[in-house]
């Protein structure tokens, strides 16, 4: 208990750390955090020895870079074009490869970039205001929802928990504790709502319910995805914690759908 403490709070700190400095540190961080979750998950499908988990990595962290950058204005969009035509290209050397298991391993790489990358890019498009600055309020305010939701759910099923939420995929889990993260990290985002009255209350919640809903359904998948390859934890970057995927599996679904939303209220 006492080594999962200490890395937590050393990686609390580096997190908010990162996105409170500026966008530089953000995508470096982030960046990290990607390329940790591709890693993972190419390895607990077994793709590592295989020219695609290569190709992954780096296709990962040119819509990565690109992506980030052209939103900030520092690149244009059109290098994303670039690596969409690597992808084509990745089809094509599947195609006229010898292995059988050519095809099989490049959807591998494909969804390790929508499962593992794309959460991470998503943020890019959160931390983007309507004015095209850096506004690192909806990341914080959603890695805050997520850590509180994570704790509270840990520590009110400890004390009470007693109904299972999904014993086939994750055991530990169970209604009761769910239930004290919803309500505690519900707290915390009407507290902040009444703090900072100058953000819009619907977006608060919005990003409540992606970082205490999604956050629990994303760690619930990411449980089903090592349950089907027969692992604990999905790596060892963090003790006491495991792997950037357990660290990470709130962003999964929550990602996406804050970028969707995102988009939406801007355009």
Sequence with gaps: ???????????????????????????????????????????????????????????????????GFSLLKYVDMEYILYVILVILFATLAATFSKSKRSFADLGTMYAG?????????????????????YDNFPILLFLFIVW????????TGKLIGKTRLAKNISPGKTIEGTL???IFSFLLAIGVSQLFTSRSIIDILVIWFAGSVLAVLGDLSESKLKRGVNVKNSGTFLPGHGGFLDRFDSLLLSGPFLMVYYLLVKA
């Design 1 to 67: 208990m006492g080594k999962r403490a200490g890395s937590g709070a050393v990686f609390v700190l580096f997190t908010t750390a990162c996105i409170w400095f500026n966008e530089f540190s953000f995508l470096f961080a982030f960046g990290i955090f990607m390329l940790g979750s591709l890693f993972e998950f190419y390895k607990l499908k077994k793709i590592t020895d295989t020219p695609f988990y290569i190709l992954g990595i780096l296709l990962g962290t040119a819509l990565f870079t690109f992506s």
């Design 113 to 133: 970039l929508i499962y593992a990358a794309l959460p991470f890019i998503s943020f890019q498009f959160v931390s983007i205001n309507s004015n095209g600055e």
């Design 148 to 155: 509180m939701n994570d704790s509270m759910a840990y520590l």
């Design 180 to 182: 004290g993260g919803l």
